[in-house]
């Protein structure tokens, strides 16, 4: 069995820091994916980043070189895909704040998609962790939007997440195994 | 009103010859999509590009500048969303062949993910332009496995097409309106 790194044997959750493990959100959620593609419960994959090519030529291999290109803005939240049946679509942000949530890491194409797809009955949410705490939590779309269009704070803080957001327990393989609080808010079955 | 480029007023679906109209199915798709977006329709994106990042920059403007980078294979199909609450899933691509669509235009890895969502209940084709013609076909995923799975051909007949493919009418707008197909074969209402 492979334990991830950092993560010892005969682990209790009580006991265990998780602090200083070198693993982000990103790899996090790319092992949990991967488990549950390989286990065949969910089929959720992470957008590639959207780059825009200025200049690519043709190396000696005859391989295509990109050798300008500039990161661009995603229209979309960066991971979606399906889940017993059911469309999934949600963003991913970290923060080494410990009070609150910066808004500006979520673009403001990004809150217009997660709105489209709340409207058309996405299960849609934010993943966001407070590494300081190595606390991460899943925010539901509806009292994400219900947010930002109650409040003028260009900050979500902590305590909003406390009260509305649900704690994703971290586990060996399925580091960040958001689905069982799918299960639980959405009722799936 | 606009027109798309190449598109004459008063057309005639049985007169037009859409030759040399300078539209990639890509680019129709992105204008159908967009279509489908702006009137609340569905929300179907095509993933970005997967780019290998080996060099990367600041320049003196504080931007990351990319300077050395490589396409790599996508492990999905290019496109997928939600339409009418459901999942949808697919693959595009155009061939010069007037006789077949060869298969090593779909990746293998591509190949997995669609049976995965196959097997998921989720909505799942092709859409495939013969540019010789300029007939665009949409595939069921159910008759494109079916057809690599019981044959050894590296390439589906133009046949095949025509008899398990559903032909997509063009439009003005929307270029490629696949959901008119979509909600036939699915029955969605």
């Known amino acids: 069995m492979n334990y991830p790194k950092g993560i010892k044997k005969g682990f209790d959750n009580k006991n265990i ?5 070198g693993m982000t959100l990103e790899g996090d959620l790319n092992l949990t994916n991967q488990y549950y593609i390989d286990n065949d419960i969910a089929y959720i994959y992470k957008k590639p980043t959207p780059i825009k090519v200025v200049k690519a030529e043709y190396n000696k291999e005859g391989y295509r070189v990109i050798k300008e290109a500039y990161y661009s803005e995603p229209s979309t939240t960066d991971y979606n895909g399906i889940y017993k049946g059911c469309y999934i679509d949600f963003e991913a942000k970290e923060t080494k704040n410990k009070s609150y949530f910066p808004l500006a890491n979520i673009h403001a194409h ?6 489209n797809i709340e409207k058309e009955k996405g299960i849609c949410f ?3 962790r407070f590494t300081s705490f190595d606390m991460t939590y899943l925010l539901r779309a509806s009292d994400f939007l219900n947010f930002i269009d109650n409040n003028k704070r260009s900050t979500i803080p902590f305590s909003y ?8 327990k971290e586990k060996f393989i399925k580091r960040v195994d958001y ?4 299960d639980k808010i959405w009722r799936l079955s």
């Open 179 to 182: 689905l069982e609080i799918v």
């Open 161 to 168: 997440f406390e009260e509305h957001g649900y704690l994703i």
């Open 110 to 115: 990004q809150i217009k998609h997660i709105r």
């Open 126 to 128: 934010l993943i966001i």
């Open 17 to 21: 820091t998780y602090k200083n493990r």
